[in-house]
C-alpha cells in the first residue's frame, strides 16, 4: 500500500502534466499546430492588459492647484487631527474639548495654504519639465 507522501506526490505530478492541443475553427481537435504557427518566444509573454497600456514613468498630469481641493484635504485633516487631540486630552482624566476644537481649527486653517502651494509647486514643476522636453515622433506601429 502506497503511503499518504507518494500518494500526494503522485497526485501532484499528475496535477503538472498537460497536453497540448489545438482547436481549430471548425471545431475539430488536433495535436498539430495551424498552419502558419508560430511558438512564442519567452521575452513576448506580456498580458494583455500590459500590452494595452504600457506603462509611463511619471507621466500622471497633475491637476492645476485649486483653494477648493486645499479645504477639502485640510477638512479632513482637521477632522483627524480633533480626534486625536480629543484621545490625547482625555488621558489626564478632564476632557478638553475646547482646547482640542481650538488647536484642531487652527491646524486646519494652516493646512489649507500650505497644501495649495505644494500643488501650485507641483503643477508648475510638472509645466516646466513638458516644456523643456523635445515633442516625441509619432511611434511607428
Request: aromatic content about 10%; proline content about 9%; cysteine-free.
Amino acid at each position: 500500500m502506497a503511503s499518504k507522501k507518494q500518494r500526494k506526490r503522485t497526485q501532484k505530478e499528475r496535477r503538472h502534466e498537460y497536453e497540448r492541443v489545438w482547436i481549430h475553427p471548425d471545431g475539430t481537435v488536433s495535436d498539430e499546430p495551424p498552419d502558419g504557427y508560430v511558438e512564442p518566444t519567452p521575452g513576448d509573454t506580456k498580458t494583455k492588459q500590459q500590452q494595452k497600456h504600457p506603462q509611463k514613468r511619471g507621466s500622471r498630469e497633475p491637476l492645476p492647484p485649486s483653494w477648493r481641493r486645499a479645504a477639502k484635504r485640510a477638512g479632513l485633516l482637521g477632522v483627524v487631527i480633533l480626534v486625536l487631540f480629543v484621545l490625547l486630552n482625555s488621558k489626564n482624566g478632564t476632557n478638553g474639548y475646547v482646547s482640542a476644537v481650538l488647536l484642531a481649527v487652527l491646524y486646519t486653517a494652516l493646512f489649507i495654504p500650505f497644501t495649495y502651494y505644494v500643488d501650485r509647486f507641483a503643477y508648475r514643476r510638472w509645466q516646466r519639465r513638458t516644456e523643456e522636453q523635445p515633442a516625441k515622433p509619432p511611434r511607428k506601429r
